[in-house]
């Protein structure tokens, strides 16, 4: 308990702070070997079409067990790894391993679904990230048309120029591109348009309270109408009921994810889900 130690103040850190340290120092080290000793896993969450609940693809959200740790969640370890300058290393393995799946099941039969993967701000930010997505889709021989991007709004405002290029490379390979969490973040509609994004994800802050809130309604709506307006498909994450489902269906959304629908789950758990090409 560090803090208000110190008579005259100095050492002022409150607990949050000091669990962020300790898990820089302990976590930080630990996650350096992570990939090295196989720890880290992609668990696949489905993602579906609002209108039949069709499975139209799966998002793949990164997981580390650590035999020392236990089990990390990535809210915890993907702000260090950024600070430590470790996440491009994290999103290459996850890019590859995403596409390596892949492929295992267009081999087993199954295919006409997209998957989807997560990007940190500092991956968007190398010069050449088109060029190791190309080559991950073609180690594994994927078509550039079942992988999806999704990006955050604060990881877009960084260097925006830069950015434009990076997302116009990408689109090249046939990957569409998705703003994560899409609401919480500052960006400003006025930005929406500058990037050829394909998809809005309206963050689950919103939905959480469908249909009751009738703030978060009007939020809903209006981000389905500004997302379909510049031509966009409109997704929400975290449904948990069935009223959410109906809910967003009614307002127009076009997909659905969340655990109403399916938790995130180890690939040989979604198979059942998996539809058939
Ligand atoms: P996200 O990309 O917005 O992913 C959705 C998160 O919401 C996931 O948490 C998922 O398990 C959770 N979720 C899904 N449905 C529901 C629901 O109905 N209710 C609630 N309460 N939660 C739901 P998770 O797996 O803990 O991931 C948290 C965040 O960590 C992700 O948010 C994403 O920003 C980041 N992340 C995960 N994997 C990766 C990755 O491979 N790379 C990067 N850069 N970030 C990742
Ligand atoms: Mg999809
Ligand atoms: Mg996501
Ligand atoms: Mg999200």
């Not at 998957?115 to 500092?122: I, L």
Request: include cysteine; hydrophobic fraction near 45%.
């Amino acid at each position: 308990r560090a803090k208000g130690q110190g008579r005259d103040g100095v050492c002022e850190f409150s607990a949050a702070q000091m669990q962020e340290l300790e898990d820089r120092l302990v976590l930080g080290s630990r996650l350096r070997e992570a990939i090295t000793r196989n720890e880290l896993e992609l668990n696949y969450q489905p993602q579906l079409d609002a209108a039949d609940h069709r499975v139209t693809g799966f998002e793949a959200l990164v997981r580390w067990n650590s035999p020392e740790l236990g089990r990390v969640p990535p809210g915890r370890f993907i702000p260090i790894a950024e600070a430590l300058g470790l996440m491009p290393e994290v999103g290459m393995w996850v890019l590859d391993e995403a596409c390596r799946q892949l492929r295992a099941w267009l081999d087993q039969g199954f295919g006409g679904f997209t998957v989807a993967v997560n990007f940190s701000a500092q991956q968007l930010q190398r010069p050449d990230i088109a060029g190791l997505v190309a080559a991950a889709l073609s180690r594994h021989g994927v078509p550039g048309h079942m992988l999806e991007i999704e990006l955050t709004e604060s990881s877009l405002m960084e260097n925006v120029e830069r950015v434009q290029v990076r997302l116009a490379e990408l689109k090249a390979l046939g990957v569409s591109l998705s703003l994560d969490d899409f609401g919480t973040g500052y960006s400003s509609l006025a930005y929406l348009k500058q990037f050829s994004l394909d998809k809005l994800k309206i963050d689950r802050s919103f939905v959480k309270d469908l249909p009751e809130n009738s703030a978060d309604s009007a939020i809903a709506r209006t981000i389905v109408a500004v997302g379909h307006e510049l031509k966009m498909v409109v997704a929400a994450e975290g449904v948990e009921t069935g009223e959410q489902a109906v809910f967003l269906r009614q307002i127009g959304c076009d997909e659905l994810q969340g655990y109403h629908f399916g938790r995130p789950a180890a690939a040989a758990d979604v198979a059942g889900m998996l539809p058939r090409a």
